[in-house]
């Protein structure tokens, strides 16, 4: 089973960024898409951003323009997160979907605020 770490979280004021990384014990390629998810307190967890296979991306309309989903290399996935807004602050999730199979890491927290 592909195991999925995140790291790049952290506090981050109000129009700032920050970089999410995700590292995948195997190849990104032998999955389906690769997404970042998030889940704010109290929320239930919605999707980000997810990139497929072929390389297209699609976005939640609430971070287009703002974030950008790439990858690096065959086990490397970031999304780029700019002009952070308060209403970003949640927990991320990596995500690789394969068929009907999802595999998801811990998670990094996220906060934005001044």
């Known amino acids: 089973q592909v195991q999925l770490v995140e790291s790049g979280g952290g506090l981050v004021q109000p129009g700032g960024s920050l970089r999410l990384s995700c590292a995948a014990s195997?190849?990104?390629?032998?999955?389906?898409?690769m997404g970042w998810y998030r889940q704010a307190s109290g929320k239930q967890r919605e999707l980000v951003a997810t990139i497929t296979v072929g390389g297209s991306t699609n976005y939640a309309d609430s971070v287009k323009g703002r974030f950008t989903i790439s990858r690096e290399g065959a086990n490397l996935v970031y999304l780029e997160m700019n002009n952070l807004e308060p209403e970003d602050t949640a927990v991320y999730y990596c995500?690789?979907?394969?068929?009907?199979?999802?595999?998801w890491g811990q998670g990094a927290q996220v906060a934005v605020s001044s």
């Open positions: 995500n690789a979907r394969l068929m009907s199979k999802s595999y």
């Open positions: 195997e190849s990104i390629f032998n999955f389906n898409a």
